[in-house]
């Protein structure tokens, strides 16, 4: 499967801990993008990599919330001290330069 | 971005053709239409795009209207797979990253 791959699908965590969320862009792709989707919302965007580069992270939260697209391996995207509002599903798209975005089956991020 | 208008729900029965409407009065010359869908449980998926002329891919047909200020995604004959929600959104050829999805309208197919 040459797609986007998000893992783990589904993340569990206790108030306070920490989420580490996979993404794997698809083969060739240089550009990585972040989305998170709260219940019975539409998807925000969160911010914008290309490999070890932030070009814009205006939608991400200002605390807690990180982003790296490393020269190896997958992006990540990390929340430290996890709150029950962060609960959703986050959603990670691919892309070459002025190409559609192609996204993943996401990670559904539960806090409890 | 500007902003776009879509129905909040359409229904349609199985291999029957399926017309979801889009206005975006404030378009710009810049300004791609790009159509994705959400089905459940999954991320969205590319559709279709364009700028000024119909077009067609092995998804659907984009039909955009002369002066810009609406759009039609068609889906030529619908299948059960295609119950999803659709997302309209307009990408300005200057930021094309910042996809920014509305609500969709929710397409239910019939047996």
């Known amino acids: 499967n040459a797609g986007v791959m998000q893992n783990p699908r589904h993340l569990v965590r206790r108030r306070g801990q920490e989420a580490r969320l996979r993404c794997s862009p698809m083969?060739?792709?240089?550009?990585v993008y972040w989305y998170r989707q709260l219940p019975e919302e539409g998807l925000k965007f969160m911010v914008y990599?290309?490999?070890?580069?932030?070009?814009?992270e205006s939608g991400m939260p200002k605390e807690r919330f990180s982003a790296e697209f490393p020269k190896e391996g997958p992006s990540i995207l990390r929340i430290q001290q996890v709150v029950r509002g962060d609960s959703a599903a986050y959603f990670c798209?691919?892309?070459?330069?002025?190409?559609?975005?192609?996204f993943g089956d996401g990670t559904r991020l539960s806090i409890l | 971005d500007a902003k776009t208008t879509q129905p909040n729900s359409m229904e349609s029965n199985e291999e029957e053709p399926v017309h979801l409407p889009c206005n975006h009065s404030?378009?710009?010359?810049?300004?791609?239409i790009h159509w994705y869908r959400q089905l459940p449980s999954q991320g969205p998926e590319y559709v279709i795009h364009?700028?000024?002329s119909n077009v067609n891919n092995r998804m659907a047909s984009l039909a955009i209207a002369e002066d810009r200020k609406s759009s039609t995604l068609i889906l030529h004959r619908a299948t059960l797979r295609d119950a999803a929600v659709y997302y309209c959104?307009?990408?300005?050829?200057?930021?094309?990253?910042?996809?920014?999805f509305g609500k969709g309208t929710l397409l239910t197919v019939n047996p």
């Open positions: 404030t378009i710009s010359g810049t300004d791609y």
């Open positions: 364009g700028l000024t």
């Open positions: 083969k060739g792709h240089s550009h």
């Open positions: 990599l290309q490999k070890e580069n932030i070009i814009d």
């Open positions: 798209a691919s892309s070459n330069p002025n190409q559609p975005q192609h």
């Open positions: 959104i307009l990408i300005s050829g200057g930021s094309n990253y910042k996809l920014t």
